[in-house]
């Protein structure tokens, strides 16, 4: 199989500008009337500023990202969110740097793609000539996978700890792949059209357009 990009796909959400606004007038027992709705923007700003982000999550978003495995264990290192693997990486699909020259790439292929070809020659074996369980196989031959190959992984987010995974992660400091990952989901994000005053509250965007890399 040719080399995959690391992509982001956004499955589902829950949740939109008036859920926040109106989770922050319920929890003061408010209504939010015609006047108040027009005012969201002001409310949404003011509690970012007072750092009151209880009341975003009450949002959700719902990811479906495949990526390397190096990128994966970025992921979860901070243990932002709920993250489960789909898949274990033995899809034969992985990942190349696209900052590569065409001589290293060629070079890592062919790592890759020898690496794979002897975890399946290995599980092979251990089954049939070792006659070891598929489970046990399975568990140990994952030792040839090499970094570059890519899982898929469930990624779910309220609000606020997507703020918090795009300020770690969107950063000019991050490896460029994990950075990517965020800006795809930044731009899933902001195409739902359900939070642009969310979004521009955090700085997110401005003027409705997705922000660069934080310093």
């Known amino acids: ?12 959400f829950c949740g939109s500008d008036f859920t926040h606004a109106l989770s922050n007038l319920a929890s003061n027992s408010k209504g939010l009337n015609e006047e108040k709705k027009l005012r969201i923007s002001k409310r949404l700003k003011m509690l970012v500023e007072h750092e ?4 975003f999550k009450k949002s959700s978003l719902h990811f479906l990202a495949s990526l390397d495995i190096n990128s994966y264990i970025d992921l979860i ?6 993250i489960v693997t789909v898949d274990d990486g033995t899809n034969n699909k992985y990942y190349i740097p696209v900052d590569w020259c065409a001589k290293e790439k060629e070079f890592y292929i062919e790592h890759l793609e020898s690496s794979l070809q002897k975890y399946h020659s290995t599980l092979e074996r251990l ?4 006659s070891m ?3 046990r196989a399975n568990e140990s031959t994952r030792l040839y996978l090499p970094r570059g190959n890519q899982i898929t992984a469930d990624v779910t987010l ?6 918090r995974f795009l300020r770690l992660w969107y950063s ?4 460029l792949e994990i ?13 739902t059209g359900a939070f642009p005053e969310t979004l521009e509250a955090f700085g997110l965007t401005i003027n409705g357009d997705p922000r660069g890399p934080f310093l």
């Not at 009151?52 to 009341?55: A, G, K």
Request: charged share 30%; aromatic share 10%; proline share 4%.
């Open 1 to 12: 199989m040719p080399p995959q990009l690391n992509k982001v796909e956004l499955v589902g």
């Open 133 to 135: 369980s598929q489970k």
């Open 158 to 163: 309220d609000f606020h700890e997507f703020v």
């Open 127 to 130: 089954i049939r000539d070792e």
């Open 52 to 55: 009151h982000y209880f009341i």
């Open 179 to 191: 950075k990517n990952i965020a800006k795809q989901m930044l731009d899933l994000v902001a195409d």
């Open 172 to 175: 000019v400091r991050a490896q």
């Open 77 to 82: 290192k901070y243990r932002i969110g709920d």
